[in-house]
T-cell receptor
Framework: AQKVTQAQTEISVVEKEDVTLDCVYE???????LFWYKQPPSGELVFLIR??????QNEISGRYSWNFQKSTSSFNFTITASQVVDSAVYFC?????????????FGTGTSLTVIP | KAGVTQTPRYLIKTRGQQVTLSCSPI?????VSWYQQTPGQGLQFLFE???????NKGNFPGRFSGRQFSNSRSEMNVSTLELGDSALYLC??????????????FGSGTQLSVL
């Protein structure tokens, strides 16, 4: 079973529209972290946000906002007034402590295309 | 501060051959993880090395192996290549501390094509 599910495989929006990328996770740990990464065509995953399991406050950073709800095991990502530069593949990830380190589980990614 | 460097950027091999990929982590990072990325499958965890020891391992066959050197640089080897091994191989580094809060820093990947 997938520990991180991103049900939206591909999304297309017109520039300046808002778009929400969904992420649902599964874990039995009480302490865990959730991440969002952006992968532009260059291939390198770029870190966007990290959220720990005890902090359910929503976060806003410029045009980006994140909605973390433990009750529904969701960590959704919204881009407001989308721009062409937002076109990329976005990955949601769950990190759990394992032994002396941690284990990451990535979703299958959502490919976002912003049409000018 | 230099980022994570992966070489080569592109590789073309034929079935049955073997290949070695290289990853140089960010200075000061002691953990290196490897991921395989294929369309529709997302990122699949291969293994993680910390201080020259394999600390975690994913569900890949023994044809996939790796190692880490004393300077934290890591190599990944795939023997007896199969068509299904065609993928983008990503390396990520981190400080490697305990706990789940470690952030991964990724390289641009090596695109491997098996013909």
């Amino acid at each position: 079973a997938q520990k991180v599910t991103q049900a939206q495989t591909e999304i297309s929006v017109v520039e300046k529209e808002d778009v929400t990328l969904d992420c649902v996770y599964e874990t039995r740990d009480t302490t865990y972290y959730l991440f969002w990464y952006k992968q532009p065509p260059s291939g390198e995953l770029v870190f966007l946000i990290r959220r720990n399991s005890f902090d359910e406050q929503n976060e806003i950073s410029g045009r980006y906002s994140w909605n973390f709800q433990k009750s529904t095991s969701s960590f959704n990502f919204t881009i407001t007034a989308s721009q062409v530069v937002d076109s990329a593949v976005y990955f949601c990830a769950l990190s759990e402590a394992r032994g002396s380190g941690n284990q990451f589980y990535f979703g299958t990614g959502t490919s976002l295309t912003v049409i000018p | 501060k230099a980022g994570v460097t992966q070489t080569p950027r592109y590789l073309i091999k034929t079935r049955g051959q073997q290949v070695t990929l290289s990853c140089s982590p960010i200075s000061g990072h002691r953990s290196v993880s490897w991921y395989q990325q294929t369309p529709g499958q997302g990122l699949q965890f291969l293994f993680e090395y910390f201080s020259e020891t394999q600390r975690n391992k994913g569900n890949f066959p023994g044809r996939f192996s790796g190692r880490q050197f004393s300077n934290s640089r890591s190599e990944m080897n795939v023997s007896t290549l199969e068509l299904g091994d065609s993928a983008l191989y990503l390396c990520a580094s981190s400080f490697g501390g305990s706990g789940a809060n470690e952030k991964l820093f990724f390289g641009s990947g090596t695109q491997l094509s098996v013909l």
